[in-house]
């Protein structure tokens, strides 16, 4: 089964869920279920601290456990402690940004991003160093192309998807 799909079993847990509404479910008894639901992610963490290898998932669970009932945080155990460093080992120095090894640009920013709301959710000194850095990559401003054929290329794109952006007005040679 995968982790993923397990999750909800700690956010929303509930015992009987025909009966529960948004106005009782503060009467259900959460905390056995959502303590089997932790036994059982636990029981599936990854010697490196990750859950199935992945910046995302390890990620996830982490985001799950943080705002689980519970409230899981570092001082909690070495289940927390080895993801955020798992986490930690993931983060590029250079550019802050916390990704899988093989991830393209967007699953990169996603992975990032999840990782930074994980981090500043469990809010303990480790957590929050790893997560400023991820910050000062999301701050970084972009970076524009720095010959005139990349921009012309990327203005080709914007034109071919967007056909209703302005053209530029003809170079000297295009009047000719």
């Known amino acids: 089964m995968n982790l993923l799909l397990s999750l909800p079993l700690l956010l929303a847990p509930l015992q009987d869920p025909a009966t529960a509404t948004v106005e009782n479910v503060s009467q259900f008894d959460l905390k056995g279920t959502v303590d089997a639901s932790v036994r059982w992610i636990r029981a599936r963490q990854s010697e490196d601290g990750s859950y199935e290898g992945k910046v995302g998932t390890t990620s ?31 983060q590029d120095p250079n550019t802050g940004q916390v990704a899988d090894p093989d991830s393209d640009k967007l699953e990169a920013m996603t992975q990032t991003i999840t990782a930074w709301m994980a981090l500043t959710k469990l809010a303990d000194p480790r957590s929050l160093s790893i997560a ?12 524009f192309p720095e ?23 003809p170079t000297d040679s295009e009047q000719t």
């Open 147 to 169: 010959r005139s054929d990349e921009l012309e290329g990327a203005a080709q794109l914007v034109r071919r998807h967007l056909p209703h952006a302005p053209r530029p007005p």
């Open 60 to 90: 996830i669970v982490l985001l799950a456990l943080a705002e689980s009932p519970r409230k899981y945080r570092a001082q909690d155990g070495p289940f927390i402690q080895d993801a955020i460093e798992f986490l930690a080992s993931r």
């Open 132 to 143: 400023e850095k991820i910050e000062a990559s999301l701050a970084s401003p972009p970076r």
